[in-house]
């Protein structure tokens, strides 16, 4: 069996590793399955990815598609244009897929127009928020996926509302979490732990990356405001994005707690948040680490995709208004927060389920057979 993994985007690379990992496992076990790492180069920055093929102990790529920088149609348009020509050359017997960024909804019609069967990892997570880029890759990819391995019961409900079979999906835990387990006790401490002076506990992480947060200068300003005036005694260390970088230094923002720096590699960012007082941000990946991790995390949106990281988790949805951020930090600072609980099949052994289900799904001769229910409801959005 022969499948091509697809990443590009920072978060991609957390979740494949253990899959790799495993496929690598079972091929020295004699098992008949191997991968092609397939790298779109839509994040391609070393520091948004470069560092994680050494930290996570992941070859390097089978190919790299080169589809870094240009607008979000011009990344989809690369990606497209160059992963028709790979599968032109050799097709492999599935197409996986993770996470919900433009390399996954765009090497995933490329595959299906090519014929070669889709799965998606982290599939049927919805936010309900069509202003979301994130949230149009979800609902593209799923509506033409074959098999899903899902994270979460409310993601198995989705898929089911929409009219995906239940021979169809796959419920085996979060990779998120596989990488986080394997890497706990091997984390490096970063370079602002001690120019900041930073202690466990005495400072927050924080991390933004939505356009609608970011994109515009009055908003990020109105939200770093909002943050940093509601301090008094923990600091805040911000890790960048490089284009959130490139509107932070327009702003005029001098404040003694606020620390901005550039993003670091996966270990180094992880010590900070697992030492840290609590995490500020409006990324969902973040939130299923702090849940784990059992640190609290203030969300910066008004909705997500990963509801059991506030039903079960430590995070908590705070939207972007003032009064609601400031009410908020106060809250963490002050230690009034909840104790959040692990969700089910987070404990480190989802990639040896997923790999096992596509041996099963090999063997049975599905990817021969297989056809899917059209998801008629879901492709009627479109």
């Known amino acids: 069996m022969l499948l091509d993994?697809?990443?590009?985007?920072?978060?991609?690379?957390?979740?494949?590793?253990?899959?790799?990992?495993?496929?690598?496992?079972?091929?020295?076990?004699?098992?008949?399955?191997?991968?092609?790492?397939?790298?779109?180069?839509?994040?391609?920055?070393?520091?948004?990815?470069?560092?994680?093929?050494?930290?996570?102990?992941?070859?390097?790529?089978?190919?790299?598609?080169?589809?870094?920088?240009?607008?979000?149609?011009?990344?989809?348009?690369?990606?497209?244009?160059?992963?028709?020509?790979?599968?032109?050359?050799?097709?492999?017997?599935?197409?996986?897929?993770?996470?919900?960024?433009?390399?996954?909804?765009a090497c995933s019609v490329t595959a299906k127009k090519m014929n070669v069967k889709v799965a998606h990892v982290e599939g049927g997570i919805r936010s309900g928020d069509w202003t979301m880029p994130e949230e149009i890759n979800r609902m593209v990819t799923d509506s033409i996926t074959d098999f899903f391995f899902t994270t979460s019961d409310h993601a198995n409900q989705n898929l089911l509302s929409e009219g995906v079979k239940s021979d169809q999906i796959f419920y085996v835990g979060n990779t998120m979490i596989d990488t986080l387990l394997e890497n706990i006790n091997h984390l490096k401490k970063p370079e602002v732990w001690d120019s900041a002076g930073l202690k466990p506990s005495n400072y927050a992480v924080m991390t933004m990356h939505r356009p609608s947060n970011v994109d515009e200068r009055n908003q990020l300003e109105l939200l770093l405001n909002s943050i940093t005036s509601s301090l008094e005694k923990i600091k805040i260390v911000f890790p960048a994005h490089p284009r959130t970088k490139k509107i932070l230094d327009q702003l005029n923002i001098d404040h003694s707690k606020l620390h901005i720096i550039e993003p670091l590699g996966y270990l180094e960012f992880i010590y900070l948040v697992k030492h840290s007082f609590g995490v500020i941000t409006d990324s969902g990946g973040i939130t299923e680490e702090t849940t784990v991790l059992n640190i609290p995390c203030i969300t910066l949106r008004n909705n997500t995709e990963r509801p059991e990281t506030v039903i079960m988790g430590t995070n908590r949805l705070v939207g972007t208004s003032p009064g609601a951020i400031i009410k908020a930090v106060k809250d963490l600072e002050a230690g009034n927060w909840k104790k959040g609980s692990v969700p089910k099949l987070w404990d480190g052994n989802t990639a040896v389920r997923i790999v096992d289900h596509l041996l099963s799904i090999y063997s049975s001769g599905m990817l021969d057979s297989y056809k899917p229910n059209i998801n008629r409801e879901l492709m009627s959005r479109f």
């Open 5 to 105: 993994i697809i990443a590009g985007a920072r978060p991609n690379f957390m979740k494949i590793a253990p899959i790799i990992h495993q496929i690598q496992k079972k091929k020295s076990e004699g098992v008949s399955i191997d991968f092609r790492l397939i790298h779109t180069g839509q994040h391609y920055d070393k520091k948004m990815s470069g560092t994680f093929f050494e930290e996570l102990n992941i070859p390097f790529p089978d190919k790299n598609l080169g589809a870094g920088g240009g607008s979000q149609a011009e990344q989809t348009a690369k990606i497209m244009v160059e992963y028709e020509k790979v599968l032109a050359e050799s097709k492999p017997d599935l197409c996986l897929v993770v996470g919900d960024v433009t390399s996954t909804m």
